[in-house]
């Protein structure tokens, strides 16, 4: 998924920020489908990534869209 993402974002040349991606998966064959992309964190991720850990996506995606460095963040133990 990660690929087919990086050539997504690379295609429409969007290649600082955050975007949403939503692909369908074939369960007869296992292959992708692409629906939409879109320059917004996606609705779901994003609330949980705020309730989780304090993540605000919009808010890193105005920063660089602003041409501004994301904030970084330590996260908890066992997270990647």
Partial sequence: ???IANSVAKAFVYLN???HLKLLK???NGEFFFV???ARP?????RVLMAKFG???TTQMIRIDSGLKPETMKLPE???
Avoid: Q, R, W, Y
């Fill in 17 to 19: 920020g955050i975007f």
């Fill in 55 to 57: 993540v605000d996506l």
């Fill in 36 to 38: 939409h992309a879109v």
């Fill in 1 to 3: 998924i990660e690929t």
């Fill in 42 to 46: 996606g609705d779901g991720a994003a």
């Fill in 78 to 80: 066992g997270i990647c």
């Fill in 26 to 28: 074939a369960k007869s």
